[in-house]
């Protein structure tokens, strides 16, 4: 049974670097690149048409306009997973851009296997952090150490881990409520007890809680 392409959009102002992607993806059997633009601007009248599966974002577009089109990301393409990617690990604009919505972070010079490698884990429903920009993401909300919390997967009920599952792949309170037939509150009251529990603030960090300690293998929908 053959399985569907992942499909991507690339957004770089680099115009070597983005049509050296967009070759190097080209070549993937599992990769269908569905649109590239230069700008923001040109990236936000495509990408509702494109409609991709991975946004690749080049996070230092002039003017932060990569991190303004990564806040619009919900409203012009609600089903895409972004990966930021960039020349340098720059910490500040790997938490910002977490906390917009991104799924990963990836720099240009590293291997192209692990660049693969970083769309198909995203796709799958990962985050995509290497240890150091982990860490530096976890420092930043509000300076928690969930590793020294004691709650740990054993603590957490069959349905707290459904939850938990469907809220790493990007799924939103609606729609969890109704793949789990259950209520809206129901769903936020679970999400309170998982944060108890684990000691985390947010989905974001409980994302990247989750797979800091492997709690599970998330495998594609």
């Keep these: 049974m053959q399985h569907a ?19 190097l993806l080209g070549l ?20 509702p048409k494109s409609n991709p599966d991975i946004l690749l974002l080049e996070i230092g577009l002039p003017s932060h306009d990569g991190l303004d089109l990564l806040r619009e990301m919900p409203d ?8 930021v990617i960039a020349a340098d690990e720059v910490e500040d604009d790997v938490v910002q851009a977490m906390r917009l919505g991104a799924r990963g972070f990836v720099v240009k010079q590293c291997p192209t296997e692990l660049f693969f490698k970083s769309i198909r884990r995203v796709h799958a429903g990962e985050v995509w952090l290497n240890g150091k920009m982990t860490e530096a993401v976890l420092g930043a909300l509000g300076g928690r150490q969930p590793e020294a919390q004691a709650g740990g997967k054993g603590d957490l009920s069959p349905r707290e881990l459904e939850v938990i599952q469907l809220v790493i792949q990007g799924h939103k309170n609606r729609d969890i409520a109704q793949k789990l ?20 603030g947010d989905r974001l960090e409980l994302t990247l809680y989750v797979f800091e300690k492997k709690f599970f293998p998330i495998s594609p929908e």
């Design 5 to 23: 392409s992942i499909r991507i959009f690339v957004v770089d102002d680099q115009v070597i670097f983005r049509e050296s992607v967009v070759a």
């Design 28 to 47: 993937q059997k599992d990769f269908q690149v569905v649109g590239q633009a230069g700008t923001a601007a040109e990236a936000k009248r495509l990408l």
């Design 76 to 83: 012009l393409s609600p089903r895409s997973k972004t990966i």
């Design 181 to 200: 037939f259950i209520s809206e509150k129901t769903v936020k009251n679970h999400l309170s007890a998982i944060f108890n529990k684990l000691g985390v």
